[in-house]
């Protein structure tokens, strides 16, 4: 069952920017977190940023915070990704996710997960 997708992603040069988007499908009334994490060819799934419905909290990965922005408009269940002063390091699948519990920095405790959107920065 598809429900979340993705898509944004693309090819760019280090320094600059990329918008991710994302769309939740699902029907759950509860409040839930919404996340971005990334996976390079040989590592594994990591944190990026998350955002949480009630009162719109974010977190960000050291590695991003700065640099990159979550947002979410709730009414359409879409949770977007600005990327900014892209590093050829940031090159990796990214994929949105959905915690119905909150949200967390752990991928083990999301509930649903997107097919993922490659991003690839060219030094």
């Known amino acids: 069952q598809v429900l979340l997708g993705e898509s944004g992603g693309g090819l760019v040069q280090a320094g600059g920017s990329l918008r991710l988007d994302c769309t939740f499908f699902?029907?759950?009334?509860?409040?839930?977190?919404m996340a971005w994490f990334r996976q390079a060819p040989g590592q594994e799934r990591e944190f990026v940023a998350a955002?949480?419905?009630?009162?719109?909290?974010?977190d960000y990965a050291a590695s991003v915070q700065g640099r990159f922005t979550i947002s979410r408009d709730s009414a359409k269940n879409r949770v977007a990704l600005q990327m900014t002063s892209l590093k050829p390091e940031d090159t990796a699948v990214y994929y949105c996710?959905?915690?119905?519990?909150?949200?967390?920095?752990?991928?083990?405790?999301?509930?649903?997960w997107g097919q993922g959107t490659q991003v690839t920065v060219s030094s």
């Open positions: 996710a959905v915690d119905l519990k909150g949200w967390t920095r752990d991928p083990r405790d999301y509930d649903y």
């Open positions: 955002i949480f419905e009630i009162g719109g909290a974010t």
């Open positions: 699902g029907r759950y009334r509860g409040n839930y977190g």
